[in-house]
């Protein structure tokens, strides 16, 4: 439609100047367009609604969060702008990038945090961590604060960094405005709830909560789907990449994206919801003597009790709640069990009643898998690519599948569904286009860099870029390696330095490499470059921290001190950036 | 000291070949670098030729090409590496050696090829420098193995039938030595042999060949009548002891053979030797350094297609050639002497020698040795090399000899050669035992049609047609090439086959049982059901009508199937009244 001066109320040049604007307009622009003005007419009401209710004290709150995939970061900036829309003078800032000089100052401190692996901080959070326990932090009697933890209980020290920050806060003299809570892995509505009360305690502080015609705002996602509703994207492409003979098997997906509006930048990550075995179901089922059958409701919609199984509920971990919620005792040893599932728990504690209520009232949802985002928007037009390694392991002779890349290596055929959204992470994001960077990833850590490349093939970035890559053979599991040689040849990578652990006598890690070419390391760094390390937290980014301190300490010429100080400077700088798992 | 040579000028372009043999510096080029490079397990293109002569060819598992350009991989790029074995012999060592080398860093298997040299196929590229240590730790290399040098050189094998087959044996050995290169390339990039300091070199590296080496390929092969099993008329010097009185007197010499071709180019063409005359055993060696370096003067350098010696001969005529061998030998050249060639076969099973040690002939189709299915012929091998004390060799047909064995070993052997039922080949058909293919798909990178693996079937279907017809035991030869570079000289065989494309051949008939005579095609780009419909009422007619003793390649012509070619440049050329 266009806009004229009979049919609108805009004037002649504003009625032009629009359908201009209008006729060129992408359906996503559109979209946003219409956020934005719904929202700055939010705020214009609100600074009416001000003006005329001064009597209302000023609150002021900072959020601070530490985040690692980048969950603790968005649930830390949708409360900052609800509180900012409901009076609330807010600060939302990574701990990363908070001052700790101006601590003392804060009225109400909210913290966000996860907790990575065995109860450690997340990157971005670790100097703060440190800071506010060591005995320069200082006394925090006139604030107050809460915590709200993000975890996984399958971990042991679950949500450790939050229960650390709140005993840490109380020694310090901070009081409580609500109980910390910690969150599992389907952390969006106890999130929530900490929330409305942390926000009724404020409320409260300023007064406000008296006026009645005073409803909570809330920000409504502009986002069409979201981890809550999720988009199906039909799979296009479905490739092992790893050839016979590999004791691996990796599968790259290529999904459609086709009309959905989604949009990602490269260093995000896919959220995929997965199905669990069938047959597990069914083993499930058996031991029980449920009928999979009957209709059980779930979100308030009636499902059978087997979709409940196969598409809602977690069955393949067996975290230390779940296993008290059965009450199990006395497990054959502590680590039983890691890599085990509800049947064998159900098995091992001869349980062969219950209900399907009393079933599902102990099991928590399936969460959705994150797999890093392997392409770029700016060359897959509407598509999203993704790596997954299979997970495949052997207990007593049995063999059990990941519950995800089970489902993808073996159920998953081109031309399927798959259930997906994009989980943003903006700590794990390319530099400007002429910054060096240097990417370590080893197996599916290698994903988020073919994204790398091809957006700085598109853009045609002119910094260099430098890439390590891990895996077991050259010959089978070489994961993109024709991409990688192409990306070589054009320059577009300047350098590559590959490790393959088994086709030698002796074990050869990236770590290793980093350490032969390790002058080379320490100068790109000296030049700016920005570090990535991509994979599993364990098996390697800590054997590559360590090498990347030696090589700092070695060619810097620095103790070993003032080489943790060199990566703190680069963790600040935003230029040693990590996607673990 | 030899100053530089100095080669004739040529008119035209010269072939790529010559630019990058010229810039190498002597056999080196970057192979030192392109070895290591650790993100493909290929090299370029320039060294990917100069590795040739270091023995050694680039290829890939064709098998797995589509499937690894899906997975975003590279091709399965991996090293075949021939190891020069004058007269195809190797100790009970170096047997042990390449077995070990096989499964250690091959693909598990050997094959014997048809000029009696090991090959090894599937060595990773980052393997290749290790395997060559290996070997020389046993005292083999593969220097100039393959590349446009004189490659591995020939010799009847059995030499320990007799002192004299040993006196033939022992020049092959000398010949090959002599025309070695002398380039340090080789111990330097595989040895971690001492780089020679590069100063300007003022004399020249290379005596015999030149910066540039041959225009070609070349090849010698030595044969002692009745048997010529080394197609001494497929080679560039074909080298025919003359035996008297059990003594050696002297060699006659062939030029000019050679096997390949360019399909669908018929200038050119496969073409047997000339015999040119009679040499002394002390004039061998001079002989074979002079027609080399004829051939490195005036070999074409333009067209590589046209480089062999077997077109320098044919485009300036065997007369040019005797003045210009005249010229530079110091020796006159003597009339030929009398000889006679029965056969190219090998005879299996036991024989004992004239110095009583007793020589096995083991048949081994198409030269893999691997272990198969309730035939563990590689294992057996194996099991014989830990207590053979003598030597083996592998013959041209891709067979191996088990030689000089003591009568009281004799036994010990036959009780492995039992229990691993290793085979004589008298269960086979005569065509069977008399059968050659090249190694081709998967990993020859000039293969158009399967032969190694394809060939045993197709004489399993051919057999039975010789079974309704009583044929069983006469001896045909055939043999097939999965390309017309003719590895497995199927131009010589009786039912000759070349590849054309996936399960297509040209399929040639009327070549000599010993040798002596080029086939000429009978039916062209044909496939399994075809070749077995044309060659049904052949057979059937050669079983009714064939002359006493006459050889199928014979009657071929004498019925009329195929005209004769008697010189390779009437190869191409069909008779139109041929049937």
Known sequence: MLLEVVNSPFNEKQATLLNDVMANLTQQQKIWLNGYLTATLNNTSKMVVEETTSLIKTVTATILYGSQTGNAKRLAQRFGEELAQNQVVTTVKSMADFPVNKLKKIENLLIITSTQGEGEAPDNSKTFYDFIHSERAPKLANSHYAVLALGDTSYDLFCQTGIDFDKRLIELGAQSLVPRVDCDLDYEEEAECWFTAVQQQLMAQSGQLNQVDAPLKKVVSTENYSKKKPYSAKVLEKINLNMTGSDKATYHLELSLENAGIEYEPGDSLGVYAKNNEELVAALLMQLSLDGQQLVTIDQIEITLTEALLYHYEITVLTKPLIAKFEVENLPHENWREGRNIVDLLRYAKITSLTAAQLLSKLRKLPARLYSIASSLAVHEEEVHITVGQLRYAIDDHYYDGVCSGFIANEVQIGDELKIFVQRNEDFKLPASNQPIIMIGAGTGIAPYRAFMEQREEQQATGSAWLFFGDQHFMTDFLYQTEWLRYLNDGVLTSMDVAFSRDQQHKIYVQQRIIEKGAEFYNWLEKGAVIYICGDEKKMAKDVETAILEVIATYGQLTEQQAQHYLVTLLAEKRYLRDVY | ?579
């Not at chain 2, 350098?301 to 003045?323: Q, S, V």
């Not at chain 2, 009281?408 to 008399?434: C, V, W």
């Not at chain 2, 097939?480 to 996936?502: D, L, Q, T, V």
């Open chain 2, 1 to 579: 000291m030899t100053g530089k040579i100095v080669l004739p000028p040529q008119e035209g372009q010269t072939a790529p070949n010559e630019g990058i043999k010229k810039a190498s510096n002597y056999l080196r080029g970057t192979l030192q670098q392109s070895m290591a490079e650790p993100l493909s397990a290929s090299i370029p293109t320039d060294d990917q030729n100069l590795i040739k002569f270091h023995g050694s060819y680039m290829q890939d598992n064709r098998d797995e090409r589509d499937e690894r350009q899906q997975k975003k991989l590279e091709p399965s790029y991996q090293f075949m590496i021939r190891v020069r074995t004058p007269g195809g012999a190797a100790t009970g060592a170096q047997w042990l050696m390449m077995d070990k080398m096989a499964h250690q860093y091959g693909n598990g298997t050997l094959k014997i090829t048809t000029r009696q040299a090991f090959q090894l196929h599937g060595i990773l590229k980052w393997n290749v420098k290790a395997y060559m240590q290996e070997m020389n730790n046993a005292l083999l290399d593969s220097l100039a193995a393959c590349g446009d040098v004189n490659r591995n050189v020939m010799c009847n094998v059995i030499p320990s039938m007799s002192a004299v087959h040993e006196e033939v044996y022992q020049w092959a050995v000398t010949v090959s030595e002599h025309l070695l290169p002398h380039t340090r390339a080789y111990h330097e990039i595989w040895l971690d042999g001492e780089k020679v300091i590069d100063t300007p070199q003022t004399e020249e590296v290379e005596p015999i060949y030149g910066e540039l080496y041959l225009p070609r390929k070349f090849k010698i092969g030595m044969a002692i009548p009745p048997s010529n099993d080394t197609d001494i008329y497929s080679q560039d010097i074909g080298i025919i002891a003359i035996i008297e009185k059990n003594k050696l007197i002297g060699f006659n010499l062939t030029v000019g053979g050679g096997m390949g071709m360019t399909h669908g180019d018929e200038g050119t063409y496969p073409q047997l030797g000339h015999l040119i005359g009679f040499v002394l055993p002390s004039q061998l060696v001079e002989a074979a350094e002079k027609i080399v370096t004829i051939q490195r003067d005036y070999g074409n350098r333009i067209e590589r297609k046209n480089a062999r010696f077997k077109y320098t001969i044919d485009r300036y005529g065997i007369d040019w050639f005797l003045t210009e061998f005249d010229k530079r030998t110091t020796f006159e050249l003597q009339p030929a002497r009398e000889f006679h060639f029965e056969r190219t076969g090998d005879r299996y099973g036991w024989m004992q020698g004239t110095d009583e040690k007793w020589h096995m002939t083991l048949f081994i189709q198409n030269g893999r040795v691997k272990d198969f299915e309730d035939y563990p012929l590689m294992t057996g091998i194996r099991e014989i090399a830990k207590i053979h004390q003598g030597r083996f060799f592998m013959t041209p047909n891709q067979n191996l000899v088990i030689a000089d064995v003591t009568t009281a070993q004799k036994e010990k052997i036959d009780e492995l050669i039992k229990s691993y039922h290793l085979t004589d080949g008298a269960h086979y058909s005569a065509l069977r035992r008399n059968s050659i293919a090249c190694v081709s798909m998967p990993t020859c990178g000039l293969a158009m049609a399967e032969a190694e693996r394809y060939l045993p079937s197709l004489i399993s279907k051919i057999d039975r047609l010789l079974q309704q017809n009583n044929l069983s035991e006469t001896e045909i030869t055939i043999r097939m090439s999965g390309c017309p570079n003719g590895c497995s000289r199927a131009a010589i065989g009786e039912i000759g086959f070349i590849g054309k494309g996936p399960g297509k051949y040209n399929m040639y008939l009327g070549a000599a049982f010993n040798g002596s005579r080029l086939n000429k095609i009978y039916r062209e780009n044909i496939a399994e059901e075809e070749i077995i419909m044309e060659l049904t009422p052949i057979i059937k007619h050669y079983a009714q009508t064939r002359l006493q003793d006459e050889h199928f390649g014979d009657f071929t012509i004498r019925a009329g199937y195929v005209t004769a070619t008697t010189d390779g440049r009437n190869f191409h050329e069909i008779a139109k009244n041929s049937k």
